[in-house]
Nanobody
Framework: QVQLVESGGGLVQAGGSLRLSCAAS????????MGWFRQAPGKEREFVAA???????YYADSVKGRFTISRDNAKNTVYLQMNSLKAEDTAVYFC???????????????????WGQGTQVTVSS
């Protein structure tokens, strides 16, 4: 069983930056594809970024060039560096992990087995 705990959310002005962290425990972290998703009020959960166990990275078009996903396998942690934040980035951000050595459908929430509790990011305009 994998437990995921996000941190780093908060309130920031438009144009500012935040770094989210997601600490994992249980399982073999290096074997998991890790993803970040977000959900704004009244909207469906959407893909933000993924870093596969093969070290490939993927981003939603809406965050490409502004967000960077990275991972530190020694610390069992995945990060989401968010720059040039916009009001429309306001959402609860979730990290998620697929099962070991899986990286298919990284953009689909249903492909992830383990989820954190989420952290709120609010961008004021």
């Amino acid at each position: 069983q994998v437990q995921l705990v996000e941190s780093g959310g908060g309130l920031v002005q438009a144009g500012g930056s935040l770094r989210l962290s997601c600490a994992a425990s249980g399982g073999t972290f290096s074997s998991y594809t890790m993803g970040w998703f977000r959900q704004a009020p009244g909207k469906e959960r959407e893909f933000v970024a993924a870093r596969t166990w093969r070290s490939n990275t993927y981003y939603a078009d809406s965050v490409k060039g502004r967000f960077t996903i990275s991972r530190d396998n020694a610390k069992n942690t995945v990060y989401l560096q968010m720059n040039s934040l916009k009001a429309e980035d306001t959402a609860v951000y979730f990290c998620a992990a697929q099962t070991a050595y899986s990286d298919t459908y990284y953009y689909t929430s249903g492909s992830y087995r383990y989820w954190g509790q989420g952290t709120q990011v609010t961008v004021s305009s």
